[in-house]
């Protein structure tokens, strides 16, 4: 299926690097365990949840005398599936809700955007977008052809307008026409990136304040980019305090355990995952299924 090809790439690396771990032996020796933490760690996922799946394997290795590492690593994707953070079923899960994207120019907002609003119009929802990305003109244009393709409505303000002005347009927009879901694009990149954080932080309150339907901010970041993607996450959850996260571009990219890392260390669900430019590319996102296709 797409998910399990769109991890191709991260599932061929590690499980190169699991063969050289059990190429040293199937002993449970302290060896194995160290080697599994570091083969865990070079799979992007993370010091903190690599440290959690080896000391929970370790201890289920103990109380149920497991016999050798093949043992081990049946349990590893269970494992694995439970470090993520979960929760955030209530963003796109068909109730009326305001949705902020947030996340640096590049990353994926746009066609994520696109494609959620398609994704909902088919299923019968009233959508409306808004793009609050005021400082490139092309990233108007960019929603305005996504906007036409899904057929929705879109709110838009001329280049160099304030980006708060467009949202409280898009929200009286979405009051007026009865719109069950409004997805609000916004800038990646101003001449800072305290000013962008400066000016998402006034785009945010400003939403919280405004809306009636329930608001929420995710954040868009590239896998691509690895630990990078993990810097970002933190620096924008710190500023905008994010209600998930959506990885893309998970199909270029060996690094795919990045998901995992973001997840576990802000504690944030994961809520769709993009494997590929395709409008169908953008897949609902299951732990299990996840890291079934990553460790193979
Ligand atoms: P924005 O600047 O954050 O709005 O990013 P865009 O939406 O413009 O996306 C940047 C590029 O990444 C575009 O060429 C997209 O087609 C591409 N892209 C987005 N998501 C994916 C994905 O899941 N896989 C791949 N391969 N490309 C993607």
Same mark, same amino acid.
């Given at each position: 299926?797409?998910?399990? +090809? ?7 690396? $590690? ?6 771990? @059990?190429?040293?032996? %199937? ?7 160290? #080697? ?9 996922? #993370?010091?903190?949840?690599? $440290?959690?799946?080896? !000391? ?21 994707? !269970? ?10 079923? !209530?963003?796109?899960?068909?109730? %009326? ?8 120019? &590049? *990353? ?6 696109? /494609?959620?609003?398609?994704? *909902? ?20 244009? +960019? ?19 304030? %980006?708060?002005?467009?949202?409280? =347009?898009?929200? !009286? ?5 009865? *719109? ?33 339907? %329930? ?6 970041? =590239?896998?691509?980019? &690895? ?13 905008? /305090?994010?209600? #998930?996260?959506?990885?893309? /571009? ?21 809520? /769709?995952?993009?494997?590929?430019? &395709?409008?169908?590319? @953008?897949? =609902? ?12």
């Amino acid at each position: 299926d797409r998910i399990s +090809q769109g991890l191709a790439r991260s599932r061929e690396r $590690f499980t190169e690097q699991m063969n050289v771990l @059990l190429d040293r032996g %199937p002993d449970l020796d302290d060896d194995f365990w160290d #080697g599994l933490e570091e083969t865990l760690i070079l799979a992007d996922i #993370g010091g903190p949840a690599a $440290f959690d799946i080896v !000391e929970g394997l370790r201890d289920t290795a103990t109380r149920k005398a497991l016999p050798d590492a093949y043992a081990v690593l049946d349990l590893l994707n !269970e494992r694995m599936a439970s470090s993520f953070a979960e929760g955030g079923e !209530e963003i796109f899960g068909g109730e %009326p809700a305001v949705v902020l994207f947030v996340g640096i120019n &590049g *990353a994926g907002k746009t066609t994520t955007v696109g /494609k959620l609003a398609k994704e *909902a119009t088919d299923a019968g929802r009233t959508v409306l977008l808004g793009s609050a990305d005021t400082f490139r003109a092309a990233a108007i244009e +960019q929603l305005e052809e996504w906007a036409r393709r899904a057929n929705v409505e879109i709110c838009t303000r001329e280049r160099g307008s304030d %980006p708060a002005s467009v949202c409280y =347009d898009t929200l !009286e927009r979405a009051e007026s026409k009865g *719109a069950d879901l409004v997805l609000i694009d916004t800038a990646g990149r101003l001449h800072t990136s305290a000013d962008l954080m400066r000016e998402l932080e006034k785009v945010v309150n400003v939403v919280r304040k405004r809306s009636s339907l %329930p608001v929420y901010t995710v954040l868009v970041i =590239d896998a691509t980019t &690895g630990q990078n993607g993990m810097q970002q996450a933190k620096e924008f959850d710190r500023a905008l /305090k994010l209600d #998930g996260v959506i990885v893309t /571009k998970l199909d270029g990219t060996a690094k795919g355990g990045i998901a995992l890392a973001v997840s576990h260390e802000l504690d944030l669900p994961i809520l /769709k995952i993009g494997v590929g430019e &395709g409008l169908d590319d @953008l897949k =609902d996102f299951d732990a299990h299924e996840f890291a079934r296709a990553f460790v193979g």
